[in-house]
């Protein structure tokens, strides 16, 4: 008899933690990914669904540079916000956020543990604990992470939500989720 070998655990991720190459330029904090972070999760038997790229898929790879600003990179995220708000854009965007769904709804329909979604901070559209607005990191959520958790509420699912920066958060961040 065949036996099922699945942890029925899930994570989503945000696309970059997974694939570096996504981020705008001069932005990646590795070559390829938050290593750490996948060892981490396939230790714990957890599957990891690598949500999509909003930028990448509505704005493309080049997302240009904001050049001789103070801060370059929330300048550069600021100016990403505003046209991931602009009209077409945020169409695809919500296309993209009832992809993510599909798959969150799926899951959790079939009794699958859906151990969290992590994000990247700072992100004007995958941040969950800081965002970049008005050419700052500030509290709050990036656009994309903001849509799924709204929809997450409409659904009545509680998926907990941590965003990290760096290899150095992921300890604590994992241990929010993980072992609550
Ligand atoms: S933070 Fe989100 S939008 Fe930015 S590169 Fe990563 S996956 Fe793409």
Redesign the pocket.
Known sequence: MFSDGRSKRVIFI????LNQN???DG?AVYPAAFRGLIDALLIEDIGIVQ??????CCLGLDRGNVRGAESPVTAENTRIRREMESGTTCEALSRLVEYAMRQILEYNKHGFELVGII??NR?????VETTSENGEETSGM?I?MEKISHRLTEENIDVPMVGIKSENDIAEKLLRIIGR
């Open positions: 945000a696309h970059c933690l996504a981020i705008s932005t949500l999509p790229c909003p930028e990448l994000g990247a992100s004007p559209n995958c941040g990036g994309f």
